[in-house]
Nanobody
């Protein structure tokens, strides 16, 4: 069983930056692709970014390309989401997800989920 714990959410002004972290308890972290998802009030959860187990391949939603960067440190069992140039529309609960396949994550699904962390972008 993979346990995921997100941190780093908070309140930030538009145009600002924030870095989210997701720590995994599973010792086989390096076998999982990891992803970030978000859910805004009244909307469905959507894929934001994903990274392969090796870190060599990344996917991004069009809405965040050029602003967000996903990375992972397999030695620390942690995946990160660096968010720059934040917009009001980025306000959401951000979730970390893990799955054996990066392409599966890109469809918006995952085998394991964290509890989520709130990101609020203010004007």
């Amino acid at each position: 069983q993979v346990q995921l714990v997100e941190s780093g959410g908070g309140l930030v002004q538009a145009g600002g930056s924030l870095t989210l972290s997701c720590a995994a308890s599973e010792r086989f972290f390096t076998t999982y692709a990891m992803g970030w998802f978000r859910q805004a009030p009244g909307k469905a959860r959507e894929f934001v970014a994903g990274i392969s187990w090796s870190g060599d391949t990344t996917y991004y939603a069009d809405s965040v390309k050029g602003r967000f960067t996903i990375s992972r440190d397999n030695a620390k069992n942690t995946v990160y989401l660096q968010m720059n140039s934040l917009k009001l529309d980025d306000t959401a609960v951000y979730y970390c997800g893990a799955d054996g396949g990066l392409r599966i994550l890109a469809t918006g699904t995952a085998s394991y989920w964290g509890q989520g962390t709130q990101v609020t972008v203010s004007s």
